[in-house]
């Protein structure tokens, strides 16, 4: 289970008063004096991450199953998925703290990240599965597949692209807004933003932002490479070569 941190009272936290001085665009220093308490951050910006986009996954393909069957449930689906979508992170925070019992919990937090994959999950499993051409469909009913069965070895299969698609950009977005956690009190990256900005250091601010674009980036070229081994049939073919 994470647990909330507390940044240690170390060096430069102690000495704000000359950091507000002397403020260059970068200290190399500080990355290499509070290398521990960044790669803190990042590894938990990390878990938070994984587990928002984990358990976005786990709950978006059963919905998104159940919306593509029972047309009558796609406009429910989306329509919350949508209001989620749309609450701004500060406020979704403080209307879900009365339910968790604490605004600045992980729970909370949690659910508000989940909360912002639903839509672009849904939306893309949904999609991809009325992409699926209706000929497979029919020879998935020619070799006497039960419908629990052609949803598993045709549809989801076929619409892996349209998944992974909505699975990189949920991860983008998640990505991006573990950051704004750290205005209720938690980890991740957004703890070094928030610090800097409130003693007007520019340091932290860039380390936060570099590292929350990098990490953002290893995951899309992970999602990427994950992609072209569970769809190999979306890889661009090579054009044959004109004779003479």
């Known amino acids: 289970m994470l647990r909330r941190r507390h940044r240690p009272r170390c060096a430069p936290y102690n000495v704000t008063v000359m950091l507000l001085g002397t403020n260059p665009f970068f200290r190399w220093s500080y990355v290499t004096s509070q290398w521990s308490q960044i790669q803190g951050d990042l590894v938990q910006h990390i878990k938070l991450s994984l587990l928002a986009v984990a358990i976005g996954i786990g709950i978006s393909i059963p919905l998104a199953v159940l919306a593509w069957r029972f047309r009558i449930v796609r406009a429910p689906v989306f329509g919350v998925a949508s209001a989620l979508y749309i609450i701004p992170s500060l406020a979704l925070f403080v209307i879900l703290g009365p339910l968790t019992g604490f605004v ?75 950051t704004v956690t750290a205005l209720i009190g938690l980890g991740g990256l957004g703890q070094q933003i928030t610090y800097g900005f409130t003693i007007a250091y520019n340091t932290p601010i860039i380390v936060g932002l570099v590292l929350s674009v990098a990490l953002a980036a290893a995951a899309d070229l992970l999602l990427v490479g994950a992609q072209r081994v569970a769809v190999p049939w979306t890889r661009t073919r090579r054009p044959a070569k004109g004779a003479g």
């Open 104 to 178: 600045a919990s992980y729970t909370t937090a949690e659910i508000a990240l989940v909360g912002y994959t639903l839509l672009i999950l849904t939306w893309n499993t949904v999609a991809g599965l009325d992409a699926v051409p209706p000929d497979a469909r029919e020879a998935a009913v020619a070799l006497g597949y039960s419908p629990t069965a052609a949803l598993v070895r045709v549809d989801l299969p076929l619409a892996l692209p349209y998944i992974f698609a909505g699975i990189r950009v949920a991860t983008a977005t998640v990505i991006g807004l573990v």
